[in-house]
T-cell receptor, first 113, second 116 residues
Framework: EAGVAQSPRYKIIEKRQSVAFWCNPISGHATLYWYQQILGQGPKLLIQFQNNGVVDDSQLPKDRFSAERLKGVDSTLKIQPAKLEDSAVYLC???????????FGDGTRLSIL | AQSVAQPEDQVNVAEGNPLTVKCTYSVSGNPYLFWYVQYPNRGLQFLLKYITGDNLVKGSYGFEAEFNKSQTSFHLKKPSALVSDSALYFCAVRDMNNNAGNMLTFGGGTRLMVKP
């Protein structure tokens, strides 16, 4: 079974620029998650989708972050404009349903200059 | 609110010796508990989970974890460590009674170093 695919693997931008990340979950997985992992910390949930609907976005900084999963499969996460504090690894994960173990992609490492 | 504590930033063990990585949790209801492992520049890999039933849970790569409700702990163990077990380990908890979308909360991680 193919795993969770994420692109790009690395991204370097200057502060105040915009950036977008893409995630393709495991086929058939209805639940999709975006996490932010700052160096030396555990992942922090940003947003959770169930099919194409948002289940939890309570920790998403909505003034600059947005995410969508229009057709209930692929998802994109956008930051506009980026701040220095957004430097982190952005992980996408998926699961069959919210009660099942999550499968993670390898992440996108974002560096803000 | 739910939370996880991993009190050790790093655990050092010699190859062939038993290892323990500690985790304590706090939830208002009953917990779902998970252990994940992360290798450099990779995403997290699921190791094992506790939902209900036997307090000793067996998982991938010879790892196991013991749920202790009175001590609110879920320590990860392996009888004989391998050098290839060296990685970052994360404990995570979800409140079974959480109505806010089943959010998983991760601990800060423990780096396991297994020396030959």
């Amino acid at each position: 079974e193919a795993g969770v695919a994420q692109s790009p693997r690395y991204k370097i931008i200057e502060k105040r620029q915009s950036v977008a990340f893409w995630c393709n979950p495991i086929s058939g997985h209805a639940t999709l998650y975006w996490y932010q992992q700052i160096l030396g910390q555990g992942p922090k949930l940003l947003i959770q989708f169930q099919n194409n609907g948002v289940v939890d976005d309570s920790q998403l900084p909505k003034d600059r972050f947005s995410a969508e999963r229009l057709k209930g499969v692929d998802s994109t996460l956008k930051i506009q404009p980026a701040k220095l504090e957004d430097s982190a690894v952005y992980l996408c994960a998926s699961s069959l349903d919210p009660g099942q173990p999550q499968h993670f992609g390898d992440g996108t490492r974002l560096s803000i200059l | 609110a739910q939370s996880v504590a991993q009190p050790e930033d790093q655990v050092n063990v010699a190859e062939g010796n038993p290892l323990t990585v500690k985790c304590t949790y706090s939830v208002s209801g009953n917990p779902y508990l998970f252990w994940y492992v992360q290798y450099p520049n990779r995403g997290l890999q699921f190791l094992l989970k506790y939902i209900t039933g036997d307090n000793l849970v067996k998982g991938s790569y010879g790892f196991e974890a013991e749920f202790n409700k009175s001590q609110t702990s879920f320590h990860l163990k392996k009888p004989s460590a391998l050098v290839s077990d060296s990685a970052l380990y994360f404990c995570a908890v979800r409140d079974m009674n959480n109505n806010a979308g089943n959010m998983l909360t991760f601990g800060g991680g423990t780096r396991l170093m297994v020396k030959p």
